[in-house]
């Protein structure tokens, strides 16, 4: 039996989501062939580097290519405006597909193989990416996988209500990256008593606050040096010269950093590298400020101030698109912020508190079982095997990232 873990993105902010189970499958579910399918160097380097010793004794690496002229030319033509190569590796690549008995993915895309490419006999499993509320996450596309893997009842509840996903094809194991991630270093920032602010605002357009007020934050910040803060958006942000949605047709630019954030000695800037995406700046940062990223609830694994910026006059009272809302004050003008942060930081009557608490509890169901674990038990079974834990097997299996 094979087990494909396909990892296809430009950006490397989708491995902890599926790779650490890939790991576990492997060290405990030896009837099973796990191949790590990367489709670009970035990727492949970053699963080289978590795999470690794994490759070639427990799993295999397998990069995949666009191999045809037209699917080359096509991708190069668009790539400033859209991931076309991103798509177009499926049709270049079928016989590779047609190969394995399961696909695990932290994305949609690769329901491409059975819509349109006819791959029926392939089991095809999601891990998601991020535990948060936005719409798309509950779209109908999500009942066309075989099974999903989600973080906690949270995720369950609304796959059903709004996507029709089957719940028996729905398993609870947790969240993966915690295996991998919660533990990791903080930055080495000035620890010099100044709070420290993540603002980490979101790539689409209809929803994100950088592309109306997001130099305006930058300005805030440099005028206010009693803070420090890490400015890390989503890694997709700066990823092309224009931003491009799907859920809602929008695009925009997201410009250029200008030299006096640059400048900033209290601006720490990260476009994307390897630290946005490793819970180190989520780890390290006091106070949260964002807008609809999932990585709020990353950062709710030690809970903490936020804030939220509401950049398009949002009806975000009782909509569950906005449900992390209730974790910090909501500014609609970047001048707010410094009243913004006395209020997240004192909370009077600990109401914020309390509903991080509830927030987390409900998107987050973490046992004594690593989650990496859990879900390899699960794909395991989807396959008719069963774990067997190797003599002398360590169940925290990434004590070294």
Not at 101 to 115: F, P, R
Not at 283 to 306: H, K, M, W
Not at 376 to 386: D, K, L
């Amino acid at each position: 039996m094979r087990a494909c873990f396909l990892f296809n993105h430009d950006q490397v902010h989708q491995v902890a989501h599926s790779l650490p189970i890939a790991l576990a499958l492997a060290d405990w579910a030896p009837g099973i062939e796990v191949i790590l399918a990367t489709t670009n160097p970035r990727i492949q380097a970053e699963v080289t580097r978590l795999a470690g010793s794994r490759i070639g004794r427990s799993v295999t690496i397998h990069p995949l290519g666009l191999t045809r002229r037209r699917s080359q030319w096509a991708a190069a033509l668009t790539e400033p405006f859209a991931p076309a190569a991103k798509i177009l590796l499926y049709g270049d690549n079928l016989d590779f597909f047609r190969s394995i008995d399961m696909l695990v993915v932290a994305e949609k895309t690769s329901l491409i193989l059975k819509t349109r490419y006819g791959l029926d006999h392939l089991k095809i499993v999601h891990t998601r990416h991020g535990a948060g509320d936005r719409a798309i996450g509950f779209n109908p596309a999500s009942a066309r996988f075989d099974h999903i893997l989600v973080s906690g009842d949270k995720i369950k509840r609304r796959l059903i209500a709004d996507a029709g996903v089957d719940p028996d094809r729905i398993s609870i194991v947790g969240y993966p990256k915690f295996d991998l991630h919660a533990a990791t270093r903080t930055h080495a920032l000035l620890d010099d008593g100044r709070p420290v602010v993540l603002y980490n605002p979101h790539v689409s357009p209809h929803l994100s606050s950088w592309y109306r007020m997001g130099r305006q934050v930058l300005d805030w910040f440099v005028e206010h040096d009693e803070y420090q803060l890490i400015f890390a958006p989503h890694v997709m942000l700066f990823e092309r010269s224009f931003a491009l949605t799907i859920d809602k047709l929008r695009i925009d630019r997201p410009g250029r950093i200008e030299d006096r954030y640059l400048r900033a000695p209290n601006i720490h800037i990260d476009l994307g590298s390897r630290a946005s995406s490793t819970m180190t700046y989520t780890n390290r940062a006091d106070i949260y400020l964002g807008d609809v990223s999932s990585q709020v609830y990353e950062f709710l694994l030690t809970p903490r101030p936020c804030v939220f910026l509401d950049a398009h006059d949002t009806r975000w009272a009782n909509d569950p698109n906005y449900l992390h809302w209730q974790a910090g004050p909501v500014i609609s003008q970047p001048r707010q912020l410094g009243q913004a942060f006395e209020l997240a930081r004192r909370d009077p009557n600990a109401r914020f508190a309390s509903a991080q608490r509830a927030l987390f509890d409900a998107s987050f169901d973490l046992t004594d079982t690593p989650s990496s674990i859990r879900a390899a038990e699960v794909i395991a079974r989807e396959m008719g095997q069963e774990l067997a834990k190797p003599a002398g097997a360590d169940e925290r299996l990434f004590a070294h990232a």
